[in-house]
């Protein structure tokens, strides 16, 4: 692995190698300072010389005094220390440049220091690596062992490709006739180190904990929480200066708006009941009578909940002043990315439709005159809670995503659903003091709301929806 093809260690320290004493070692890294004392002559050597800038693993190996032994040994385990600490990083270089990069994502990582060899042991994709184009290269991340490779060549993508079964060294190369010699051993290391692939004596699904998981679940966490990925996360403003944020407001759907009778606050302050009492009677409901909602009981629950109390002008002064509301419920950034849909099952005198909510003008304006959309909605709604009525209405929570993303990065999609939980809540309770009832939904149709809106998903798609009714009696 070692010919026209080399592994390649560099180094990436905040300051020389210092010996302390015959057997130990400081050395500063990215994220701290590490002493380590009491180290075997060969492992003390092969440390010391990263001092001096990139070394292939050829010659590591034989300053350690190793040359193949196995992985637990402290040379190793310290190199997996400093790995994890972004001290270094490993790449496969040739004649031309460097092949392919292994990197850190975190101070988790956890590459797979297999020291057997590859040749021979069957290998198979992990389902738990994801494999994208990004700034002009590609990209494959690791989600469990939280390392990434890059790559601006196309071996590592079809050897990927290849290992879709299981298949060892030999047959990928019968695969892939024509590759230079030591390139496919070495880029098959490679991937085996980071855990893009995984020998099948030893597989993922050994492990109970990882096999509930599912891959786009962890992508969405690594890349959405500080320490699990290189990634900005954050409110970086990122398109400050490029482009100007959304509005606060969607702009008023077309058509004639029904004007909704809008509640006495001063009247609720005084009738309504205590929030101790509406939390511990709150519950998710899904009996219903066939008795219709009023307009009035409409425009309460929508008024207490999603209403526009004022509008915050964007600020002058910098890039990074962008429009906001104020309302009854908080929203990242106070920038409020959801709209509020109703789809109507059975209200008195509002047609069985698919409206949008301003909650700024407080109305309602159809999206869609198709006459199946509302009942689709209504009937989605009692199918996935077991219902035997259907609700009187379905209030749709659409997210324009470019809201949130033109200030957050990294985290806008988390964010989203995070506003999806606090509606949520704030739709029990009001539902709940109301004498309503009401019952948050796990997932529904974003195609047919898609459909019926004429948006594309990317723009501005359905995140959550709440079923709304009459209560049935007791007894």
């Given at each position: 692995m070692d010919g026209a093809h080399r592994i390649l260690f560099t180094p990436r320290l905040t300051a020389p190698i210092d010996q302390l004493a015959p057997a130990t070692l400081r050395i500063g890294t990215q994220v701290s300072t590490l002493t380590l004392r009491q180290l075997p002559h060969g492992a003390l050597k092969a440390l010391l010389r990263l001092s001096d800038g990139p070394v292939t693993m050829a010659e590591l190996l034989a300053l350690a005094g190793l040359d193949g032994k196995p992985s637990s040994d402290?040379?190793?385990?310290?190199?997996?220390?400093?790995?994890?600490?972004?001290?270094?990083?490993?790449?496969?270089?040739?004649?031309?440049?460097?092949?392919?990069?292994?990197?850190?994502?975190?101070?988790?990582?956890?590459?797979?220091?297999?020291?057997?060899?590859?040749?021979?042991?069957?290998?198979?994709?992990?389902?738990?690596?994801?494999?994208?184009?990004?700034?002009?290269?590609?990209?494959?991340?690791?989600?469990?062992?939280?390392?990434?490779?890059?790559?601006?060549r196309p071996l590592l993508a079809t050897i990927f490709a290849a290992l879709a079964d299981a298949q060892d060294l030999s047959d990928v190369s019968l695969l892939l006739p024509g590759t230079a010699e030591g390139v496919l051993p070495a880029a098959m290391w490679l991937l085996a180190l980071s855990g893009a692939i995984e020998r099948t004596d030893t597989t993922e699904a050994d492990d109970p904990a990882l096999t509930v998981r599912q891959p786009h679940d962890l992508f969405l966490h690594n890349n959405s929480r500080r320490g699990l990925s290189p990634g900005r996360v954050s409110a970086s403003y990122r398109f400050a200066g490029q482009k100007a944020p959304l509005p606060a407001l969607r702009e008023p759907w077309p058509g004639e708006?029904?004007?909704?009778?809008?509640?006495?606050?001063?009247?609720?302050?005084?009738?309504?009941?205590?929030?101790?009492?509406?939390?511990?009677r709150r519950r998710s409901v899904r009996t219903f009578q066939d008795t219709p909602l009023t307009l009035p009981q409409i425009g309460e629950f929508l008024y207490r909940i999603f209403r526009v109390k004022s509008v915050v002008p964007a600020s002058m002064d910098n890039d990074h002043g962008y429009e906001s509301t104020r309302r009854a419920i908080p929203s990242a950034g106070g920038m409020h990315d959801l709209e509020v849909y109703v789809a109507v099952g059975a209200v008195a005198d509002l047609e069985r439709l698919l409206y949008h909510y301003h909650p700024a003008n407080h109305t309602l304006t159809p999206v869609c005159t198709a006459a199946h959309v509302a009942p689709a909605f209504v009937q989605g709604a009692r199918q996935a809670t077991g219902c035997d009525r259907e609700p009187a209405i379905v209030v749709v929570l659409a997210s324009r995503f470019g809201r949130l993303a033109w200030k957050y990065e990294g985290l806008p999609y988390s964010l989203t659903l995070r506003n999806v939980g606090v509606a949520y809540d704030a739709m029990y309770l009001v539902a709940t003091a109301m004498g309503l009832a009401g019952c948050g939904l796990g997932t529904a149709d974003s195609a047919l709301f898609g459909a019926a809106t004429g948006i594309p998903a990317h723009v501005e798609s359905s995140v959550g929806e709440f079923m709304l009714g009459t209560p049935r009696a007791a007894g």
């Open positions: 402290r040379f190793w385990l310290e190199v997996e220390h400093l790995f994890s600490r972004f001290a270094i990083k490993i790449a496969i270089v040739d004649d031309d440049g460097t092949v392919a990069e292994l990197t850190p994502n975190s101070q988790l990582a956890a590459p797979v220091w297999d020291h057997r060899g590859i040749t021979g042991e069957s290998y198979r994709a992990s389902q738990y690596t994801l494999l994208r184009h990004a700034n002009g290269v590609l990209l494959f991340e690791q989600l469990v062992r939280h390392v990434q490779i890059h790559t601006s708006s029904v004007v909704l009778p809008r509640p006495d606050l001063d009247v609720l302050r005084k009738c309504d009941p205590p929030l101790a009492d509406v939390m511990e």
